[in-house]
């Protein structure tokens, strides 16, 4: 039986020229208002935006009244990635009511650009939150243990985005921070401890005071607490907590996506979902051995083009660990850093 074709069935062949707008007349968006992008879902965009243009880039004070708005990307926008953390500009229906679609239609140069790969050999790079002042670097006493090694990608990932690092340890209730502290005395970088108390709330408030104020973002493994710091920190969030399996040690996912909230009395956090691993891909070898700064100076004395691995000859970094020029946490520090850097130069 011949097929009958109806006018549905007609698809054009695409131009060899390709696409092309159909006018050079762009629209111009002066009319466009800003906001800050806070949660990203399924291709809708939840943004804020506020009476106090300073407040979506949080720096302002608790008063500056805010809004809700659900956005899309436009369409040159489409191979843009669009993260937490975005001051975006808008145009469209801005009201907020609901059932109501903006669209974003600018993204603003971002200031600092927090990136990870799924491993260090994947060109891949994947953006994680924008316009960051502060990298809460979350990690358990116990239950479960200490991940040295993906804290130390983690400053790393800091150093070369140029975010300030914190160092976040939580359940300090169940064991001494001790160990945590003493690996990273020589590092320059800033610890700060807390336990949990039965209500919910932290045991030391230096958490909210350092964090306050400015862009902060946390990350860590799954079953570190991340979920339970910002439900005490942001009383509001009720983000999903959960608990470390007795056999793996490792945490659930209780958080399935990134989400910025609103500090009180000014600033933001962003919440991200638990990593299993840290990729590097993107840091060349110059930034890896900079974020490691109580074992740059040694490296001064090494032959050129020192791989700094056990191995190369002539390589200082042993001898300056054991001189004791490295601290306490000296030895696992390197083994950490020859993890990272390259085999060969």
Known sequence: MARIYRDE???????????????????????AIDGLVTAVDRGRYRVVVA???????GRAGSGAATSDI??????????????????????????????????LVEISKRRTVLRRSADDTDPTERVIVANVDIMGIVTATEDPEPSYGLIDRALTAAFDAGITPLLIVTKTDLKSSDE???????????????GLRPDGSLTDASVFDR????????????????????????????RATGHVNDVTGRGRHTSS??????????????????????GLAHVDHITLISAFPELVDATADCPRGCTHQADAPGCRLDAWVAAGNAGPGGVSRLESLRRLLPTTG
């Open 9 to 31: 069935d007609y698809r054009p062949r695409p131009s060899k020229r390709g696409s092309r707008p159909r006018t050079k007349n762009r629209p111009n968006h002066d009319s």
């Open 51 to 57: 009476d106090d243009s300073s407040s979506v880039r």
């Open 70 to 103: 659900t956005a899309v990307r436009a369409s040159h926008l489409r191979k843009d990635a669009v993260v937490p953390g975005d001051i975006v500009k808008l145009v469209g229906d801005t009201s907020g009511r609901k059932g109501s679609l903006a669209r």
């Open 180 to 194: 945590i502290t003493q690996r990273f005395s020589e590092t320059g970088v800033e610890i700060v401890c807390s």
């Open 211 to 238: 964090l306050h104020g400015k862009v902060s973002v946390l990350v860590g493994h799954s079953g570190v607490g991340k979920s339970t710091l910002m439900n005490a920190l942001v009383p509001r969030a009720e």
């Open 257 to 278: 996506s990134a989400i910025c909230l609103r500090l009180d009395g000014g600033g933001w956090l962003v919440d991200t979902p638990g990593v299993r691993s840290f």
